[in-house]
């Protein structure tokens, strides 16, 4: 049976990607070893990881004389709490947006570090839309503006460009490379977690605009300084395989175009949303105009709730996999990241069609 | 032409965990998917993660009750400053062997959450040996005592066990699980890179004592708060292949025996180390007694130090390939890890014995 994999993360990738590095697990281009068994500091390695923050650079549009781009790990919840570690004197005042699940733990963990407002929350209305941000009650510009750009959990995705009195941290792990990026002049550093659009599981990208580094006072250990890798190649053995990963599907992004990708993921959620608003057993988690194009949140209208485990089943037997929402929100959710393609989507729609046909 | 790869991290596998890690990346037991596209919340991963975890446990004879074993990030350079994060109060004071470039390291990096007291060093010698610990300096029992009980760098390793008048937080990334590891219930903390024995390179693998945590007075950010992964089988989404590769490979490392896997270690040491002391052309850099049976760091004698690159040379076309030594230490360096066979290290000999008789 065909499987269309609809995981939040780690997630589907092109063929292509996993099929070539297989084989470099077994034999790394003929050299008679498996890419894993190399020294990361071997040419063939550095090769592979100077292209990965090169290309990785140019798709987001971004010049490498302002921005290093670093393929560190611990996930997006590191940066939680490496960002305001560099970037938030004690004292002084970050802003962060709080649009859901992630931005309230980056919030926490930002705490520690210095002083938090928040210029814009959506929390208590279950992050069903996309807050604006107010700054008018702060009295001076904050260190930066932390936001999530798309939120894996609840659903919801950013997409008016926001304006803000100082440098723009974001959270992209979900969203990043999935259209062209814009005018991303604004930000001082972008963060993602690889296991969406970027590669496998096991390392997280950072961009940083390098004259933001070096400013708060307090000594910072070396691995979580941003400093010691935007100086270093590799400061110590990074991921290899990881990196690997990503660097073959940011080739393939490249090969697909941005703007390909982008009418594509337009095409998938079109086609889901226009049958979750049609259809009278369900119903979109979040408002029109702050729905994600990633991460498609729904549910069975009112008095339907316990055939939530029919709805799954008969989706699993159509080969639709990894639709039940997250533990905290319910309901279902199709993550329809890059890689997967309009003939999954379809398949949902239809296994949609057919359990309304039998309960409705 | 047969590779002989004495990389010293990433660094030679087993055959059969490349060549399933391989099938793995392109259809996991014959679901249709990919390793890397599944969640990581899915009872195939949690399976995997599970069994890491146990058979880590079982294989260091440590007693699940009282030990948890995590699969980090960041590899040792991050344990540096997340043991005294977690283990070192502001004022007190934690003892430090000092035994080789890593040892450095990680005293630097205590530095910045209490004092350090170096209760033995042989950074004057060019660490060409492990010193003796001696506490008679201290009014009172430090924290902890790090160790490092390989040193990748210059080629030393701790052969005797150390006792301490406190619990012992060891660095065993060069030489973990190389030998049955005897009585190790004085260590409150154990951590390691994978990349050597334990598997490919991308998670680093800690081993606390669960009663040591959560006594300092400081806050500790989520993340590196070793609680937060002690309560949470997997707080965010951590590397999936590197695990995986670390299963398949500590399965491996069962079937063979540890018994068995010292008693190979031990003869591939004894062969290379007897040539050097035999061979008039070359010299081991570190004393007898303090010998690393992971990393066997040696020169040409005086007078030959133009000729490495002719030895490099000669030994790449027998197939003998990374034996350049640190960039800090010069000269050679041959690893030796779990997953190299015997027959390799006849290779360098040979070629040792063939360069001797061409240029001595």
Same mark, same amino acid.
């Given at each position: +049976?065909? +499987?269309?994999?609809?995981?939040?993360?780690?997630?589907?990738?092109?063929?292509?990607?996993?099929?070539?590095?297989?084989?470099?697990?077994?034999?790394?281009?003929?050299?008679?070893? =498996?890419?894993?068994?190399?020294?990361?500091? =071997?040419?063939?390695?550095?090769?592979?990881?100077?292209?990965?923050?090169?290309?990785?650079?140019?798709?987001?549009?971004?010049?490498?004389?302002?921005?290093?781009?670093? #393929?560190?790990?611990?996930?997006?919840?590191?940066? %939680?709490?490496?960002?305001?570690?560099?970037?938030?004197?004690?004292?002084?005042?970050?802003?962060?947006?709080?649009?859901?699940?992630?931005?309230?733990?980056?919030?926490?963990?930002?705490?520690?570090?210095?002083?938090?407002?928040?210029?814009?929350?959506?929390?208590?209305?279950?992050?069903?839309?996309?807050?604006?941000?107010?700054?008018?009650?702060? &009295?001076?510009?904050?260190?930066?503006?932390?936001?999530?750009?798309? @939120?894996?959990?609840?659903?919801?995705?950013?997409?008016?460009?926001?304006?803000?009195?100082?440098?723009?941290?974001?959270?992209? =792990?979900?969203?990043?490379?999935?259209?062209?990026? $814009?005018?991303?002049?604004?930000?001082?550093?972008?963060?993602?977690?690889?296991?969406?659009?970027?590669?496998?599981? $096991?390392?997280?990208?950072?961009?940083?605009?390098?004259?933001?580094?070096?400013?708060?006072?307090?000594?910072?250990?070396? +691995?979580?300084?941003?400093?010691?890798?935007?100086?270093?190649?590799?400061? @110590?053995?990074?991921?290899?395989?990881?990196?690997?990963?990503?660097?073959?599907?940011?080739?393939?992004?490249?090969?697909?175009?941005?703007?390909?990708?982008?009418?594509?993921?337009?095409?998938?959620?079109?086609?889901? #949303?226009?049958?979750?608003?049609?259809?009278?057993? %369900?119903?979109?988690?979040?408002?029109?105009?702050?729905? =994600?194009?990633?991460?498609?949140?729904?549910?069975?209208?009112?008095?339907?709730?316990?055939?939530?485990?029919?709805?799954?089943?008969?989706?699993?037997?159509?080969?639709?996999?990894?639709?039940?929402?997250?533990?905290?929100?319910?309901?279902?959710?199709?993550?329809?990241? @890059?890689?997967?393609?309009? &003939?999954?989507?379809?398949?949902?729609?239809?296994?949609?069609?057919?359990?309304?046909?039998?309960?409705?």
């Amino acid at each position: +049976m065909k +499987m269309h994999n609809f995981c939040a993360g780690p997630s589907i990738l092109p063929k292509v990607v996993t099929e070539q590095l297989a084989r470099s697990v077994v034999d790394h281009e003929g050299m008679g070893l =498996s890419l894993l068994e190399l020294s990361h500091r =071997s040419d063939t390695f550095v090769k592979i990881i100077s292209e990965a923050k090169s290309l990785l650079l140019e798709l987001m549009g971004l010049d490498a004389e302002e921005y290093e781009t670093l #393929y560190l790990t611990g996930g997006a919840s590191t940066q %939680f709490y490496q960002v305001p570690f560099n970037l938030l004197n004690e004292g002084q005042t970050a802003a962060y947006l709080d649009t859901g699940r992630w931005s309230a733990k980056a919030i926490k963990e930002a705490k520690h570090f210095g002083n938090v407002a928040i210029v814009g929350s959506a929390a208590n209305s279950g992050y069903d839309h996309i807050p604006k941000a107010d700054f008018s009650r702060l &009295e001076e510009p904050p260190a930066y503006l932390h936001i999530t750009t798309n @939120n894996t959990v609840s659903g919801s995705q950013i997409h008016e460009q926001i304006s803000a009195p100082c440098p723009i941290v974001a959270d992209m =792990s979900s969203d990043i490379l999935s259209k062209p990026m $814009g005018d991303l002049s604004g930000h001082g550093l972008i963060y993602a977690g690889a296991q969406k659009n970027i590669g496998p599981a $096991g390392t997280t990208i950072v961009i940083v605009k390098k004259s933001l580094l070096g400013k708060v006072d307090r000594a910072i250990p070396t +691995m979580i300084d941003y400093r010691t890798h935007v100086k270093n190649l590799m400061f @110590n053995t990074p991921p290899v395989i990881s990196i690997y990963g990503c660097l073959l599907t940011l080739r393939w992004v490249k090969e697909q175009g941005l703007e390909q990708i982008q009418k594509n993921n337009a095409a998938k959620a079109a086609l889901l #949303y226009e049958e979750i608003d049609r259809n009278p057993l %369900f119903r979109a988690l979040v408002k029109e105009g702050s729905r =994600s194009l990633m991460n498609v949140t729904f549910d069975l209208v009112e008095g339907y709730a316990d055939r939530s485990e029919s709805f799954l089943q008969l989706a699993a037997e159509a080969g639709c996999m990894a639709l039940a929402g997250h533990r905290s929100v319910g309901g279902f959710r199709a993550s329809l990241y @890059n890689a997967l393609p309009l &003939e999954s989507v379809a398949a949902l729609v239809e296994v949609m069609q057919a359990f309304t046909a039998k309960h409705g």
